[in-house]
C-alpha cells in the first residue's frame, strides 16, 4: 500500500507541478523518459532525457535532464544541467558544476549543493503550493459529490414512479431468498463480463462485447444498487411504521440511497449492498423471462403483488 501510495504521488508530483515549471520557457524535447519503481536510474554525462521519474531508488545524473522527480528515493546531480527537480522525502544533491535552470519543488527533503551548483530559481517547499491545491479541490469535490448523491436520489425516485412492483418484488427476493440472491450477485458480476471479453476475441463479438460491458451490465448493475438503497428504505420505514405500505416507495428510495451514501465510508457495506440487489434483478429478470413471477408479497400485511409485468411504453 505504501509502494502505490508512493507511485501515486509521483505521478500527481509529474502531472501537477512539472508542467507548470517547464511552461516558463519554450523547451526541446527528446521523447525520451527514464522510470524506476524500487530501481535506480542513471543519465552519463552527454546525454540528453526529457524526465527521469525514481520511487524507492536513486537518480544519478550527469548528463541533461528537463524534469528529475524522486519519491522516497535520493537524486544526485554531479556536473548536470537540469531544469527542474522535484524531490517528495528524498535528498537532493547538487554536485559541483550543476546548473538548475528552473526551480527545485521539495516536500519534506532535503537540498545540499556542493562547490559551485547554482539553482537560477528557487528551492521551493510544495506544502504551501498543496494546501492551495486542497482549498481548491475540496469544495469542488464536495460539491461534485452532492451532485452524485442528488442524481441518484433521483434515479431512484423515477424507478419507485415506473416500476415499483418490479421493485417491490425484486426487494422480496432479497428478503425471502438472501442466499440465492447474493451468489447470483457474485456470479453475474464475475462471469458475464469475463464471457464478454472472450466473445470480443472474434470479429462479430467484439460490438457484442462492447455494448454489453459499455452499456447492458453498468445498467443492470445501477438497477441493482438502486433496487437495494429501495429495499433498505423500506426496511427501515417497515419497523418504524408496519401498518404504512405506500402505494409507490418515494420515502424509500430517498432514506435508502441517504443510508447507503453514509454507510459507504464503511469498506465493503455499498458493495454487499449492490451484490444483493444486483443479484435480486437478475433473478427476478430470469424468472419473468421464464414466464414465472415474483414472490407472492413484498411486506408482512400488504396486498399481494399480482405477475411481474415489466412497464411498456
Known amino acids: 500500500m505504501r509502494r502505490l501510495a ?24 527528446t521523447g525520451k523518459v527514464l522510470m524506476a519503481f524500487n530501481g535506480d536510474v542513471s543519465v552519463p554525462a552527454g546525454e540528453r532525457v526529457d524526465a527521469v521519474v525514481v520511487v524507492h531508488g536513486t537518480a544519478t545524473i550527469d548528463g541533461e535532464v528537463t524534469s528529475v522527480v524522486v519519491v522516497d528515493g535520493t ?11 522535484v524531490a517528495v522525502r528524498s535528498p537532493v544533491t547538487l554536485g559541483a558544476g550543476t546548473i538548475v535552470t528552473g526551480d527545485v519543488l521539495t516536500l519534506d527533503s532535503a537540498v545540499q549543493k556542493v562547490g559551485d551548483a547554482s539553482v537560477q530559481g528557487d528551492v521551493r517547499d510544495m506544502t504551501s503550493s498543496l494546501v492551495g491545491i486542497g482549498f481548491i479541490l475540496g469544495p469542488a ?4 459529490s452532492i451532485g452524485f448523491a442528488l442524481a441518484m436520489v433521483l434515479a431512484a425516485l423515477v424507478m419507485a414512479a415506473l416500476a415499483s ?16 440472491t447474493l451468489a447470483i450477485g457474485i456470479v453475474g458480476a464475475i462471469v458475464p463480463p469475463v464471457l464478454a471479453v472472450l466473445a470480443m476475441a472474434t470479429v462479430v463479438g467484439i460490438p457484442i462485447g462492447l455494448v ?25 420505514i417497515g419497523h418504524l411504521n408496519p401498518a404504512r405500505v405506500a402505494e409507490r416507495p418515494y420515502a424509500a428510495a430517498v432514506l435508502g440511497v441517504v443510508v447507503l451514501a453514509v454507510f459507504s465510508v464503511v469498506p465493503l457495506v455499498t458493495a454487499v449492498a449492490s451484490l444483493f440487489g444486483f443479484g435480486a434483478v437478475i433473478l427476478l429478470g430470469w424468472r419473468t423471462w421464464r414466464g414465472g413471477h415474483g414472490p407472492a408479497t413484498f411486506a408482512q400485511g400488504a396486498t399481494p403483488i399480482q405477475p411481474v409485468t415489466w412497464p411498456t411504453a
Open 6 to 29: 508512493a507511485v501515486l504521488a509521483a505521478l500527481f508530483v509529474l502531472f501537477t507541478f512539472v508542467p507548470a515549471v517547464l511552461a516558463a520557457e519554450p523547451q526541446s524535447y
Open 75 to 85: 537524486a544526485v546531480l554531479n556536473a548536470a544541467r537540469a531544469e527542474s527537480v
Open 141 to 144: 469535490l464536495l460539491l461534485i
Open 165 to 180: 412492483r418490479q421493485v417491490r418484488a425484486a426487494g422480496e427476493l432479497i428478503r425471502r431468498e438472501p442466499a440465492q
Open 212 to 236: 454489453f460491458l459499455l452499456a447492458v451490465w453498468p445498467t443492470v448493475a445501477f438497477l441493482g444498487y438502486l433496487v437495494a438503497a429501495i429495499w433498505i428504505g423500506e426496511w427501515i
